[in-house]
Structure formats: C-alpha cells, structure tokens
C-alpha cells in the first residue's frame, strides 16, 4: 500500500458506522484500518489491484495442502 494516503470525508450510517467499529474491534484495527482493508479485498477480488506475488505463492500453497 502507499504511503501517501488520500483524505476524504466518508458519510456513513450510525448503524453501518457502529458495525464496521464492532468488526474492527474484533480483528484489532480502527475503524479506518477497517475500511482500508475492506476497499483492498474488494479491488483484488475485482481485478482491478494486482495481488503481490508473495501473497499468490502464499494463498497457492496453502490450497495445495
């Protein structure tokens, strides 16, 4: 990931807002950690961010097992 980060305001649901709070406590990350994480996963299983070769070979051998 960049290091340079763009900021931008995001408009959410208190609800939605609590959820992704719960489920960033939940795996030890802020709520932004959150997001960022969950906008990766989302451009990877689209197609539109190369997964890193290290995370490939990674993901492959554990499907080997």
């Known amino acids: 990931m960049s290091l340079n980060k763009k900021t931008f305001v995001l408009r ?3 609800d939605m807002f609590a959820k992704l709070s719960k489920w ?3 795996e030890f990350r802020s709520v ?4 960022e994480m969950i906008l990766d996963k989302a ?3 689209a197609g539109r ?3 890193q070769k290290e995370q490939v070979s ?3 051998s ?3 097992k």
């Open 58 to 60: 990674s993901e492959n």
């Open 12 to 14: 959410i649901t208190e």
């Open 43 to 45: 451009l990877k299983d």
């Open 62 to 64: 554990k499907l080997l």
């Open 49 to 51: 961010k190369a997964v």
């Open 32 to 35: 932004n950690g959150q997001i």
């Open 24 to 26: 960033a406590d939940d």
